[in-house]
């Protein structure tokens, strides 16, 4: 698998990039809440944010195969702001999924605490070229006395993937600093975009990430089969990515994964094209790229 890793702002790219369509995306962009960013300004008047975001989403789609899927996560109070994005940008609105989040709510005042995040599935026509209907088996509710002989089908809300926190609950997977803090406040984890990736793509195909991050997309599709494309202007977060895909952590491993997807029909083909089923994830042909005096340098690791 090709893994691509590009320093570059993601509307540059995008701008310029002629090659393979991309059958699925990603985007976890910056949330607009003044957060503090090296190379980012994360205060943008609120017209001047969702029109960039349009014309990243616009990018896209002209750059898409048909049938092509996006998933756009944000924060719940900017759910119209998203679809309205989505829906001016040619994308066909499939699923607006809610991501209930498994520590406490965050307090409110005078409206119900915050519990989720919302991620907006799309795609470039009516259908999506690809979507796998996958079934998982959840711990019974306490109302429930008898176990599901085949799971169940994933639904919109998804309520069993813990978010990254600092505390005990997140594990080993969330990156951290030598002073134990943690690398990136917004690292998604690897069962999010494992979901993501094994619901609406194949093996063989190509997924994009235009704000890279921590490379937890290209960190899964490269396991999973999948070529995939980031987009990242952070030095430190490329310099990470690239630590994560040539020598995958056991919490990035998506073999641990596995086993609670193994009531979905073709499951195996759907993993990877044949599942590799080795405790460590087989090493794609990465391209690594990182911006040295104004340059571009690559190597493959």
């Not at 503090?36 to 300004?41: A, G, I, L, V, W």
């Not at 609105?93 to 409110?108: G, H, M, Y």
């Not at 080993?172 to 134990?180: A, F, V, Y």
């Not at 490329?238 to 193994?262: G, P, Q």
Request: net charge neutral; glycine share 4%.
């Amino acid at each position: 698998m090709t893994t691509e890793i590009i320093p570059s702002d993601c509307e540059k790219f995008l701008s310029e990039y002629t090659g393979q369509e991309f059958d699925l995306s990603f985007l976890d962009p910056p949330f607009n809440q003044d957060k503090e960013y090296d190379f980012f300004n994360d205060n943008m008047p609120p017209e001047q944010y969702w029109a960039w975001m349009s014309k990243i989403c616009r990018m896209i789609f002209d750059k898409s195969s048909p049938g092509a899927s996006i998933y756009f996560m944000q924060r719940e109070k900017n759910t119209h702001e998203v679809l309205d994005v989505l829906y001016n940008t040619g994308w066909t609105f499939q699923n607006l999924i809610i991501w209930k989040k498994k520590t406490s709510a965050v307090p409110q005042n005078s409206r119900y605490g915050k519990h989720y995040q919302v991620i907006a599935f799309a795609t470039k026509g009516k259908s999506p070229r690809v979507f796998n209907k996958l079934r998982i088996d959840p711990p019974l509710l306490a109302t429930e006395k008898i176990r599901r002989p085949n799971g169940v089908y994933i639904t919109d809300v998804w309520d069993d993937i813990r978010e990254l926190t600092s505390g005990y609950f997140a594990g080993d997977e969330p990156l951290r600093n030598g002073d134990g803090e943690r690398f990136h406040k917004q690292q998604s984890p690897i069962r999010l975009l494992t979901r993501i990736i094994l619901s609406s793509s194949k093996a063989n195909d190509l997924v994009f990430d235009p704000f890279a991050g921590t490379g937890t997309t290209l960190v899964v599709a490269s396991q999973l089969g999948r070529h995939s494309i980031g987009t990242e202007i952070d030095p430190k977060n490329i310099k990470e990515i690239h630590e994560r895909l040539k020598a995958v952590r056991k919490s990035d491993n998506v073999e641990n994964i596995y086993k609670e997807y193994t009531y979905t029909e073709n499951l195996d083909e759907i993993w990877n094209g044949s599942r590799n089923t080795q405790t460590a994830a087989p090493k794609p042909n990465h391209q690594y790229q990182i911006p040295f005096d104004n340059t571009t340098n690559s190597e493959n690791i």
